[in-house]
């Protein structure tokens, strides 16, 4: 089974705050993304990333940064955390990018406050 | 442009009454169709994958289906555990596009 895994299920930051949400994958997958979710908005694309050290810009990455140094591990970066980060964050990793299904971590929820 | 259009948004069954969601799409050259449940608070678990008209996949009272221009999730006799909501996503030569997902409530 591919499993997902993040950092924390929870987190409460403070506006201006640097904040760190880790994702690891067990399967061996090229690639891996960042998603936010908000009600009435659905589903949007941070960053993605298909190899080592590789990255992508998504839909929505302003204010945000990322970093994949190994290929398991991909972490997103709020450099000065804002309110409206205050979101659900999700994690999917896939083998790569021709189709292949996106596999989802359980989602941080973060509040800042 | 919605590349990915779910509906409806959102659903009510009695327990044992058979439905469809509806999961219609624009994209041009498809590479994949995907579907996903998400339960509250939780990350969407995957379901089924579909990549060409005319396939179809079953999962215990689930069964999806694709045609050129949309894919069903029709229900069979579900339970109140199968309430959730229920993303869409489409796969094109480009990115990954979700759907806004049916919130499906079955009452026992």
């Known amino acids: 089974d591919v499993k997902v895994t993040q950092s924390s299920r929870y987190l409460v930051k403070r506006t201006g705050e640097k904040v760190f949400l880790e994702c690891v994958q067990d399967?061996?997958?090229?690639?891996m993304f960042w998603y936010r979710q908000d009600p009435g908005l659905g589903l949007r694309l941070i960053y993605f990333?298909?190899?080592?050290?590789?990255?992508e810009k998504g839909d929505i990455p302003e204010g945000y940064s990322v970093s994949r140094e190994k290929k398991e591990r991909f972490s997103l970066i709020l450099e000065s955390a804002s309110t409206n980060q205050t979101s659900m964050y999700l994690c999917?990793?896939?083998?790569?990018?021709?189709?292949?299904?996106?596999?989802f971590g359980p989602g941080t929820r973060l509040l800042v406050l | 442009e919605d590349q990915v259009t779910q509906s409806p948004e959102a659903l009510r069954l009695q327990e044992g009454e058979s439905s469809s969601l509806n999961c219609s799409y624009t994209?041009?050259?498809?590479?994949?169709l995907f579907w996903y449940r998400q339960d509250p608070g939780k990350g969407p678990e995957f379901l089924f994958t579909?990549?060409?008209a005319g396939e179809e996949k079953e999962k215990e009272r689930l069964k999806a289906t694709l045609t050129k221009k949309e894919s069903f999730l029709h229900i069979t006799a579900p339970k109140p555990e199968d309430s959730a909501t229920y993303l869409c996503?489409?796969?094109?030569?480009?990115?990954?596009?979700f759907g806004s997902g049916t919130k499906l409530n079955v009452k026992p």
């Open positions: 999917a990793s896939s083998f790569n990018t021709r189709g292949e299904t996106q596999y």
């Open positions: 994209v041009s050259g498809l590479r994949g």
């Open positions: 579909l990549y060409s």
């Open positions: 399967m061996d997958h090229e690639n």
């Open positions: 990333s298909y190899d080592v050290k590789m990255k």
């Open positions: 996503a489409v796969h094109d030569i480009y990115k990954f596009y």
